[in-house]
């Protein structure tokens, strides 16, 4: 078994995750928050996978895709985001294909939470 310390397993497997869903991830960021949302996904994702510290920076990245996956600023209508989820079909499928992307990036990101604290502005809770 792998130890945190000396392996950082949570955070192989949040790159491992958004690194197979790459193209997924990018669509629902462009269909949710537009083209610059789809590059910072990109960006995050090359990030995530390089082998660097994680830094505070990484993490309020993370948070920003975990904010854009949850609409947390949809009802901020002087948002990219909150024009964007007006005029998306609730009945389209890419809503279901956002929907398990956000469940499987939301399982990912808890577990960084707990392995690398430090780096979220929002701390892990204990479980």
């Known amino acids: 078994m ?3 310390r000396i392996f950082p397993v949570a955070r192989v497997a949040l790159a491992t995750y958004l690194l197979d869903n790459l193209e997924p991830m990018r669509n629902a960021a462009e269909v949710l928050g537009g083209p610059e949302a789809a590059r910072r996904v990109s960006a995050l994702t090359h ?8 830094t505070s920076r990484i993490g309020r990245a ?7 996956l949850t609409l947390e600023r ?3 209508f002087d948002t990219v985001e909150a ?5 998306l079909d609730p009945d389209d499928p ?9 469940d499987g990036f939301n399982d ?7 392995e690398a604290p430090s780096i979220f502005r929002t701390r ?3 479980a």
């Open 2 to 4: 792998f130890h945190s």
């Open 62 to 68: 993370l948070e920003w895709l975990e904010g854009l």
């Open 83 to 87: 024009e964007r989820f007006a005029l």
């Open 47 to 54: 990030e995530l996978s390089e082998p660097v510290p994680l």
């Open 108 to 114: 990912a990101l808890m577990a960084l939470r707990v």
């Open 74 to 76: 949809v009802h901020d």
């Open 94 to 102: 890419v809503v279901v294909e956002i929907c398990a992307l956000t």
């Open 124 to 126: 892990a809770k204990a």
